[in-house]
């Protein structure tokens, strides 16, 4: 088994592309604005200006089409390098309220 399958099967939430932004947050200085690849109810793949540290914890200010921006508590879980100096990083969101989960998993659905 290798080991994006078995990265892919831990996944507990479904994933899609989703259109949406996010402007990510150190403190409170901002760090820069992404464009999310993809995005869970968990998480999110974001690729962008900034420079982020795997391991660090974040706010991230999501802006999802048709919704007000919701602010959500992160962490870098990954780092990927995609070539010509761009770079991804894999995002899990930590203490979500039910509504702020509810709006995601909405966004997913609907581009699935």
Do not use: C, W
């Not at 508590?73 to 894999?90: F, I, N, T």
């Amino acid at each position: 088994m290798s080991g994006k399958l078995a990265a892919y099967e831990r996944r507990q939430k479904p994933r899609a592309p989703v259109p949406a932004m996010a402007t990510v947050f150190r403190a409170e200085a901002r760090v820069g604005l992404f464009a999310i690849d993809n995005l869970s109810a968990g998480g999110a793949l974001l690729a962008g200006e900034g420079a982020l540290n795997v391991g660090e914890s974040l706010r991230v200010l999501l802006q999802l089409q048709g919704h007000l921006p919701i602010s959500i508590h992160a962490q870098v879980l990954r780092r990927d390098e995609r070539g010509g100096g761009a770079v991804a990083y894999g995002l899990t969101f930590r203490d979500l309220s039910a509504r702020a989960e509810d709006l995601l998993q909405g966004a997913v659905l609907s581009a699935l």
